[in-house]
């Protein structure tokens, strides 16, 4: 009988020591009561960058408004394109023929024919790729240099 209430006492030591211990891990590391907080100045926000004093929308709106009435009338908005027809329309007769259309393409062929029989080999070809810019991302300007 002795080893039974032996056993049982040795039993609610244990299961009252592993409660006091979780209740110590339970509520975490004990910290010093923090000083009262005193009112501290606001910091001045900084500035937010400026806009640009007009969009970009607003400065292709103006381009193309050439009597500045803030209106773009049709012939304002095709003009761009008539100059462009003008400059590939080479005899100034008003109509595109296939040769004055295609003009600059031709000229490309004739440059890249460096053996000038009317076809290109591929190292021939490669020489007619179109070179294109890629747009680099700004540059990052540290805060204190800013």
Known sequence: MW??????????????????LW??????????????LQ???????AEPPAATEKTREEKRFGRYDKDKDGKVSREEFLASRRKAYARLDVNGDGRLSFEEWSVKTTDRFA???????????TEEFATT????????????VPESEG
């Open 3 to 20: 080893r039974y209430l032996v056993g049982v006492l040795a039993g609610v030591l244990l299961v009252g020591g592993g409660v006091a």
């Open 23 to 36: 209740q110590s891990f339970d509520k975490g590391p004990q910290l010093a009561p923090a000083a009262p």
């Open 39 to 45: 009112a501290a100045e606001p910091t001045p926000l």
């Open 111 to 121: 440059k890249a024919d460096g053996d000038k029989n009317a076809t290109l080999t």
């Open 129 to 140: 790729r179109i070179a294109r810019k890629t747009a680099r991302p700004a540059p990052c």
